[in-house]
């Protein structure tokens, strides 16, 4: 049996949970459980706190979980990132009071506060820079004006919670977070990673969520054309593979269908009217296999 970490609380639980079910798995009915039995797909699913998600797994104790990037480096368990799931987008950054620091350079010899001490150590070496980091729990946007800090790193999601701190970000992003699947092995393809850890549910898991993925990524687009502005129709919807061309019953015309990703599809129906398409109609996808 297939055993799974999932987040229990904060902001990756609930979309989570959401991609879990459309993935076709059963999941917790109360936000108090904390494990859940899938008979029907043999996996067990175990809701834990995000930030220990990745010991878990890189003790081998769970084969997979879903947790943040960025609570994966800081951890600093031998787990790897499988794959991107797309949800809980977050930029981890150093802020501070505005005009107290032009550069990341000038972090060198600072305090920095951030529940992340791992990410921040990490990139601290990196650019050979060092500081002194207070480790919070969290709110460290506190911990300048309480004087505990001169800096802080943490997730910046809106930018709303800095702004009422009164506090600027410093450089760039020290990383890019989102939700990841994570194993012991990392995994190009969901064949690769059932064969790294001999159970068939990983491959089953993996190809579901890319379904899902997908599915979320892109619509069906289906018009009506002349035959002659076929090709011109067609380089606007190549499709995945190649478009579905079926003849229509009125002479000349044919219909195409295509997948289009969801963020071009106005565009795509702009253009695909104005070469003279009609009945163009776009249908939201539930699942895909591709
Ligand atoms: N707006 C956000 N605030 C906090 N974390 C976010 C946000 N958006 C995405 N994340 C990601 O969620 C993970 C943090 O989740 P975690 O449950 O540990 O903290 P939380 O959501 O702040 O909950 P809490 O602090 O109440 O325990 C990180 O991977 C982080 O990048
Ligand atoms: O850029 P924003 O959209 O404002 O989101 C980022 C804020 O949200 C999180 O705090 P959370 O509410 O989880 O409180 P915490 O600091 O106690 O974890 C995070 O630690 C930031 O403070
Ligand atoms: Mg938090």
Redesign the pocket.
């Known amino acids: 049996m297939l055993r799974i970490a999932v987040?229990n609380?904060?902001?990756?639980?609930r979309p989570a949970i959401e991609m879990l079910r459309e993935a076709g798995y059963r999941q917790r009915g109360d936000d108090r459980d904390l494990v859940c039995q899938d008979p029907a797909n043999d996996v067990e699913f175990f809701y834990l706190?995000?930030?220990d998600i990745a010991v878990y797994v890189g003790s081998g104790d769970l084969d997979l979980g879903i947790?943040?990037?960025?609570?994966l480096l800081d951890s600093g368990a031998p787990a790897t990132e499988i794959m991107d799931l797309s949800f809980?987008?977050?930029q981890?950054r150093f802020a501070a009071r505005p005009e107290t620091l032009q550069s990341v350079a000038e972090i060198d010899g600072r305090r920095v506060a951030t529940a992340f001490p791992g990410v921040v150590a990490h990139y601290l070496a990196a650019n050979s820079l060092s500081a002194t980091v207070v480790r919070l729990d969290?709110a460290v946007e506190n911990a300048i004006r309480l004087g505990v800090a001169d800096v802080i790193a943490d997730?910046v999601?809106?930018g709303a919670t800095l702004r009422q701190a009164g506090l600027v970000t410093v450089g760039e992003p020290l990383l890019r977070?989102?939700?990841i699947l994570i194993g012991r092995t990392a995994s190009e393809t969901a064949e690769d990673a059932a064969a790294a850890d001999g159970k068939a549910g990983t491959a089953q898991l993996l190809r579901r969520l890319q379904g899902v993925l997908v599915a979320r990524r892109y619509v069906m687009l289906a018009y009506d054309v002349r035959a002659d502005l076929l090709d011109q129709a067609t380089a606007l919807t190549p499709g995945i593979e190649s478009p579905t061309v079926s003849p229509l019953h009125r002479e000349g015309w044919v219909a195409v269908q295509a997948m289009v990703q969801r963020a071009e599809m106005h565009r795509i129906m702009d253009e695909l009217y104005e070469i003279g398409a009609r009945a163009i109609l776009v249908t939201d996808i539930a699942a895909t296999r591709l």
């Not at 609380?9 to 639980?13: I, N, R, T, V």
């Open positions: 987040p609380k904060g902001a990756l639980s706190r995000p930030r947790t943040g990037r960025d609570l809980g987008g977050a981890f969290g997730v999601e809106t977070s989102s939700a």
